[in-house]
């Protein structure tokens, strides 16, 4: 029978996850709801809709919180935006700057273009914890 768990453990090898707690402030009110994503090198960052986990939270005392179990051996980028109107869109003006509040993973902000995955991307580690301002 132990040799038989030696087996499996060997052929199906343990996933290292770490949790990663992400704090998100800066709001500038507590309309609305706060869209997370966590995007791995493989999705479309930062394009929501096309990432590999995603979570929307209410707002309290102008800012959010939650935690994600991530596979600890991979690169992982975060987008987030304040959705003030719950339209379940990151508005934008004539010009397609946002309209709305927005930050991403290593608080990086580029003046004309979302950064690259590269720029806002993170390895998981055990209890890591990423803060995220958002403008």
Do not use: C
Not at 18 to 46: H, L, R, W
Not at 119 to 134: G, L, N, R
């Amino acid at each position: 029978m132990f040799a038989w768990v030696l087996i499996l453990f060997s052929i199906f090898p343990l996933q290292k996850t770490a949790t990663v707690t992400v704090e998100i402030k800066g709001f500038p009110n507590d309309k609305g709801e706060v869209f997370i994503a966590v995007y791995d090198e493989n999705d479309e960052f930062p394009v929501f809709g096309k990432q590999s986990k995603g979570v929307k939270l209410k707002i309290e005392k102008g800012k959010a919180t939650t935690q994600f179990s991530l596979h600890a051996e991979k690169k992982y980028a975060i987008a987030v935006f304040h959705d003030q109107n719950k339209n379940g869109l990151l508005d934008k003006n004539i010009f397609g700057a946002p309209t709305e509040a927005y930050g991403f993973s290593n608080n990086v902000r580029n003046l004309f273009s979302a950064p690259s995955f590269d720029q806002a991307k993170f390895t998981p580690s055990k209890e890591k914890s990423i803060q995220i301002v958002v403008q």
